[in-house]
């Protein structure tokens, strides 16, 4: 098996360690094997869709990051966003909810965009079907 050293931020690393004794996984390597599975297995799911969707997509990220840059890509997308909800998680942490609507195909780009973003912590996307 290959071997791949990564570097990762020191709370992501406590979380990982975290996750590993509580769900019992072998290893760092078991955990990130089983993690990196799940992303290919929901990125295959993405590929399937064609034409005109609706999805819901939410991300939390760090109130302290650029929040500008965040906008940026909501307003690259801005046609597909049907509208969005703003919370907060707790004290630092603010999360997003989009209703988006539109070619699958644009909507993975936006995904995508998100999901490459170093400010963004998290993107959830949960798929609602064709519009009628
Ligand atoms: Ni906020």
Redesign the pocket.
Known sequence: MPIVSISIPEKLLEDLEESLQERGFASRSEIIRQALRDFIMEHKDLEKFEGEIIATITIVYE?SAQKVKTLDIQHQYGSLISTFL?A?VDSSN?LEVMVVRGEAVMIRELIDSLKTSKLIQQVKVVFLGKPS
């Open positions: 109130k703003h907060h603010c």
